[in-house]
Nanobody, 126 residues
């Protein structure tokens, strides 16, 4: 069964940085288009960013554009989300998941069925 494992979350002060990692358990991520999604308490899950498997096409939600950077390292079988200038509104559980294709709609307008991992908690607070 395809399984993704997120890590790198934590507690950080406003203005701080974190780097999230998305790893694959027992298979190669290299052929998957990957999206990062987040869910804050009481809110719906929303798309944050995504990256294509071949041409590295990327999309970002307006709320994180200029602060977050998505990347992938095929040799390490990992997709990253570098988050800078974090704000309290970024507090959420972050998930990585395969998306159908790296287009605006499938990155930010649609929430995939899964498979969803356990996510990693990001808390931005002073």
């Amino acid at each position: 069964q395809v399984q993704f494992v997120e890590s790198g979350g934590g507690l950080v002060q406003p203005g701080g940085s974190l780097r999230l990692s998305c790893a694959a358990a027992g298979f190669s991520l290299n052929f998957y288009d990957i999206g990062w999604f987040r869910q804050a308490p009481g809110k719906e899950r929303e798309g944050v960013s995504c990256i294509g498997s071949s041409d590295r096409t990327t999309y970002y939600a307006d709320s994180v554009k200029g602060r977050f950077t998505i990347s992938r390292d095929d040799a390490k079988n990992t997709v990253y989300l570098q988050m800078n200038s974090l704000q309290p509104s970024d507090t959420a559980v972050y998930y990585c998941v395969p998306i159908r294709e790296p287009t605006y709609y499938y990155c930010l307008g649609d929430v995939p069925h899964g498979p969803w991992g356990q996510g990693t908690q990001v808390t931005v607070s002073s």
